[in-house]
């Protein structure tokens, strides 16, 4: 038992400290966490900013949505006519999103069930989109229904 304690001593003697290369490893090994750390820091970051712009995209939509719902209905064949023209009417963008670069696009709306001899009501299709700096972020669908002689 003796020689076994003399010989860790002597084990112990010979070392003066850390060597050049296991200093390297230990950098190299803290680098590399480093570099995985901030990889997953700036993921996450960029994660939080898509979110952040779908949740502005998707309250931009509703709001049009609704709006939409509550303005007079125009026939698609009576869209864009006129003097002055008729159109669905878009919301107004809050400041903190328009200087986001946020717009609202409405396209002419399409006929799905066209007026006949039933009846003069047709049903239309309207899309909106919602984009951000000319990119569309998101796009929503509304279908209406209503008289063809409005």
């Not at 993921?43 to 931009?60: F, G, H, P, R, Y």
């Not at 949505?65 to 878009?90: D, F, H, L, M, R």
């Not at 107004?92 to 066209?114: R, V």
């Not at 309207?126 to 279908?143: A, D, E, H, P, R």
């Amino acid at each position: 038992m003796r020689q076994l304690e003399k010989k860790r001593i002597r084990l112990f003697k010979r070392q003066r400290g850390i060597s050049l290369m296991e200093t390297v490893v230990a950098l190299a090994i803290l680098g590399i966490v480093g570099v995985a750390f901030l990889n997953a820091l700036s993921t996450s970051s960029k994660a939080v900013i898509m979110s952040q712009q779908n949740v502005a995209a998707e309250s931009l939509a509703k709001s049009q949505v609704e709006y939409i719902k509550t303005q007079n209905y125009i026939p698609v064949a009576k869209y864009g006519t006129g003097s002055p023209p008729k159109y669905y009417q878009t919301i107004a963008i809050p400041a903190d999103l328009a200087s986001h670069g946020y717009s609202i696009e409405i396209n002419p709306p399409e006929t799905i069930i066209p007026p006949n001899e039933t009846g003069p009501f047709e049903l239309q299709h309207i899309k909106v989109v919602i984009k951000c700096n000319g990119q569309g972020v998101l796009t929503v669908s509304v279908y209406r229904c209503g008289s063809s002689t409005s």
